[in-house]
Nanobody
Framework: VQLQASGGGLVQAGGSLRLSCAASGRTGSSYRMGWFRQAPGKERAFVAAVTRTGGRTYYADSVKGRFTISKNNANNTVYLQMNSLKPEDTAVYYC??????????????????WGQGTQVTVSS
C-alpha cells in the first residue's frame, strides 16, 4: 500500500486547511487510517484515527473540537479537516494505515504503512 499525503501549506492562526491522503496498491481491504504529526525536535505524535468503515473516530485531546477525520472508501482517501489552527499545530503531518486494526489506534507502532508527510505551518 502506498500513501500520498497532500494539502499542507502556510496559514494564519485561526485559519483552516484540509489534508488528504490517497491510498494505492492493495486497497481491496480497507484499513484503519490515522494522522500523526511531528514538530521540529519533537517525537511523532498522534492526531486522529478513523476505523475501517469510518464509523468511529479517535482524536488527541489537543485537536478535539477543531480537527475532523473522515474516510471515503470508494476512492481510498482519508481526510483531515483542520479548523481554528494554532501556531502549535505547526508540524509535518503523516498519514498511516493499520491493516489489522490493533487495540491502540493512537500508537504509531500500530500502523504498517506511512505516507511521505506534508508540511503545515501556522503563523501567529
Amino acid at each position: 500500500v502506498q500513501l500520498q499525503a497532500s494539502g499542507g501549506g502556510l496559514v494564519q492562526a485561526g485559519g483552516s486547511l484540509r489534508l488528504s491522503c490517497a491510498a494505492s496498491g492493495r486497497t481491496g481491504s480497507s484499513y484503519r487510517m490515522g494522522w500523526f504529526r511531528q514538530a521540529p525536535g519533537k517525537e511523532r505524535a498522534f492526531v486522529a484515527a478513523v476505523t475501517r468503515t469510518g464509523g468511529r473516530t479517535y482524536y488527541a485531546d489537543s485537536v478535539k473540537g477543531r480537527f475532523t477525520i473522515s474516510k471515503n472508501n470508494a476512492n481510498n482517501t482519508v481526510y483531515l479537516q483542520m479548523n481554528s489552527l494554532k501556531p502549535e499545530d505547526t508540524a509535518v503531518y503523516y498519514c498511516a494505515a493499520d491493516q489489522i486494526s490493533t487495540n491502540y489506534p493512537s500508537k504509531a507502532s500500530s500502523y504498517d504503512y506511512w505516507g511521505q508527510g506534508t508540511q503545515v505551518t501556522v503563523s501567529s
